[in-house]
């Protein structure tokens, strides 16, 4: 048996019919993890499982939503294994014998080939033998370069971020002469946003459009118009966008021939977080694994939260539908995250919703004190509400870290940043810039991406424009003269005008042609870009030191792997955060109050939690209102708010709000009615007060009482 789990936690990790051969066949099955009921764990403990069983390490397929996650889910198996290795041997347990063919997890701890140095060998470095796990982005660029000629792509095609789709967006746009139009055109981000909506829901574009941009609704064929044409200029440069990567390995799957090349690749796929799949990544794996065997997918309906993604939360409502009648669900109903009477809330949240598995969660964690559900009357009040409730909490004993402040939107906070600066209550506000969004970093990693790739015209035109003298006129000239000479860097050393004649500029050309021929070893290459564009960065920035440190940096992140595709790849799919991103307050002490929106609170955990405006308009919003499916999602929302609570869980009502002016209100105070989500079953798990607490004490009361009988005994006294 493994250690360290629960029985529902075993009974979901040793799913399955152990070989006798070695392996471990099973049926389809998904695990219904709800909120800090171990599904990390569990997942560990099913790959530990597999590979005491004797699946090859390397025929597992491991996809999670970051690459942090699936590298501390190979750790966690590789201890596990590690364990039961290691109390095999001391209880005398002979590796190399013969596993009977109906053995139990009990009775199979080693399969009959772990005796073998190969086999001993995965087991020892599991966490290296797990070497296909990493994000679905990930795992379809792999794939997708191993494959790439079988479907008309080149293996050394490009990878657009955000950003630079958003660029190419603009480019194509006025290119069509549609920013030039009488009335005004989707901005370039709103284009992608359609875009990336089209291609992961797999919806026409006007389905999506009446959705989920009204306003756009007129646009309908420029629309269409423009993302052919974007879709055209990527092939043209070589480039996949970041959606590209799940659409093509989607199609890639589709073709019955390489569909069973990428089949025989593994046994069994784990896949985390299941809620939050879209329609293109669950079918990959359905075409993928027709049958399901060997598929383990974890998740929790009641937490799919990311909508505006095209996540679709029918993917793991329907997962035993699609892979009937032989899936099976198992799920993890014991908290060990939250005390009970925060559980009674979240249940009777989760058993007003209008579908789901309604994994209700108990715990062992037994307190009296009920969630608060603490009314004030404005902002300013519930911001004084919560300082004196986070200092209060401090002096006994709880660091500010183990304390956060929730909410729904980021505007929320504005008030309260105020207030937290003004009594010197150092914070960090979750969701700040990332490290590649900082503007000098793009500019360096892009001189290494032209280099890389010279068709990529959006990198080439960015880098050309940091030169002195060169405007988008002249950029675009010089990148023309690159593609009439075949994308020779070289060439550019012939490019005649007055403005390039000078070091930076030829230094720049030789630079590319040496990194795009590889006559600089890849171990130096970031660091001979860093070194030219030092210069360049002292010429457009301010504060040019502090900024070289994050070019520094990046030439250090770089050392981590071992060619440049891969720096390029994995820094664009799974990119680092900026440390510089934490408020300046925050580093007065080694101590500070995490601030949240719940999207980025989510799988995260805090001691005290404070979650802001519970009223209708904001929780749930506004715009959910009239709208069935999108109110479901608010509600699931709302109830990862609620879980993300260990110990004091505190929500605030305020009686008005301000509303900034972008919304549809205008900026002005609105009166705020109660949350539709506190119904008279969830007020009764709550505990009620208002802010400032105006309640009688039992000596208040007591006098109230003998005042009211002496004005009834006058009053009755007039009439004897």
């Not at 899936?327 to 789901?356: C, H």
């Not at 108990?362 to 911001?383: M, W």
């Amino acid at each position: 048996m493994l250690p360290n789990c629960t029985e529902q936690q075993r009974q979901a990790a040793e799913y399955g019919r152990v070989l006798a051969e070695g392996g471990v066949d099973s049926e389809p099955q998904l695990i219904i993890a709800g909120a800090g009921t171990g599904k990390t764990n569990t997942l560990a403990q099913r790959a530990a499982f597999l590979v005491l069983n004797g699946v090859d390490p390397a025929r597992i397929l491991l996809m999670t939503f970051s690459r942090r996650a699936a590298t501390e889910l190979a750790n966690r198996a590789q201890r596990i294994v590690h364990s039961r290795l290691k109390d095999a041997e001391m209880s005398g347990e002979k590796q190399g014998e013969k596993v009977p063919a109906n053995a139990t997890g009990d009775q199979s701890v080693i399969a009959a080939k772990a005796g073998t140095d190969a086999t001993a060998s995965a087991l020892d470095s599991l966490a290296d033998g797990l070497n296909w796990m990493g994000t679905f982005h990930s795992i379809a660029n792999r794939l997708l370069r191993q494959h790439a000629t079988s479907i008309g792509l080149e293996p050394d095609f490009s990878i657009m971020d955000r950003s630079d789709s958003a660029d190419l967006m603009d480019v194509m746009r006025h290119q069509l002469g549609f920013t030039g139009m009488e009335k005004r055109f989707p901005k370039k981000a709103t284009c992608v946003d359609i875009y990336s909506r089209c291609v992961n829901s797999q919806e026409p574009l006007p389905e999506v459009l009446e959705r989920d941009f009204p306003w756009c609704g007129d646009w309908a064929e420029e629309l269409k118009e423009l993302f052919k044409a974007y879709t055209q200029a990527k092939q043209r440069q070589l480039s996949l966008d970041y959606d590209d990567l799940l659409l093509y390995w989607y199609l890639l799957a589709g073709e019955e021939a390489i569909a069973q090349k990428i089949r025989g690749l593994f046994d069994h796929i784990l896949v985390d977080e299941y809620q939050d799949t879209n329609r293109l990544q669950a079918g990959i794996i359905q075409r993928l694994f027709p049958d399901g065997r060997g598929v383990t997918v974890v998740g929790d309906d009641a937490q799919s939260i990311y909508a505006f993604r095209a996540a679709d939360v029918d993917n793991i409502l329907s997962f035993p539908e699609q892979f009937s009648p032989h899936a099976k669900v198992f799920p993890l109903s014991e908290n060990f995250r939250s005390n009970q009477p925060i559980l009674d809330l979240s249940n009777a949240i989760l058993k007003e919703s209008r579908e789901g598995y309604k994994n209700f969660l108990h715990s062992s964690k037994q307190v009296a004190h009920k969630p608060r559900l603490v009314s004030v009357e404005d902002a300013e009040t519930q911001s004084r509400y919560i300082v004196e409730q986070v200092l209060k909490a401090r002096e006994e004993g709880i660091d500010l870290k183990r304390q956060a402040v929730l909410f729904r939107s980021g505007h929320h906070s504005d008030h309260l940043e105020v207030e937290l600066r003004r009594h010197d209550i150092p914070y960090v506000k979750h969701g700040g810039l990332k490290f590649l969004e900082s503007a000098h970093v793009k500019d360096a990693l892009c001189v290494l991406r032209w280099a890389d790739n010279p068709k990529h015209r959006i990198s080439g035109f960015r880098v050309l424009k940091l030169l002195p003298g060169v405007g988008p006129k002249v950029a675009e000239k010089i990148l023309d003269h690159l593609e009439q000479h075949d994308f020779d860097f070289s060439s550019l050393r012939s490019y005649k005008s007055a403005v390039m004649d000078h070091d930076t500029w030829y230094s720049l050309v030789t630079l590319l042609h040496a990194i795009h021929h590889d006559l600089i070893e890849w171990s130096d290459q970031m660091r001979q870009v860093s070194l030219w564009f030092q210069p360049v960065l002292e010429s457009n920035y301010d504060n040019p030191y502090s900024r070289n440190g994050d070019i520094e940096q990046l030439a250090q992140i770089s050392q981590q792997a071992p060619c440049r595709e891969r720096f390029l790849s994995e820094l664009i799919l799974d990119p680092p955060s900026k440390s510089g991103a934490l408020c300046d307050d925050s580093h007065k002490d080694d101590d500070f109050l995490i601030l949240s929106t719940v999207h980025s609170a989510k799988g995260q955990e805090w001691h005290h939690v404070y979650l802001l405006n519970v009223a209708d308009g904001n929780f749930p919003n506004e715009y959910a209102a009239n709208d069935p499916v999108a109110l479901e999602e608010e509600r699931r929302l709302f109830y990862v708010a609620l879980t993300r609570a260990q110990q004091h869980l505190h929500l605030i009502q305020p009686l008005k709000y301000w509303v900034p002016e972008q919304q549809r209100f205008g900026g002005k105070h609105v009166y705020g009615a109660k949350s539709r989500f506190l119904t008279k079953p969830v007020l009764a798990t709550l505990e009620e007060m208002p802010f400032p607490d105006n309640r009688l004490t039992e000596a208040d009361k007591a006098a109230g009482e003998k005042v009211l009988k002496d004005i009834k005994k006058q009053v009755m006294g007039m009439w004897d």
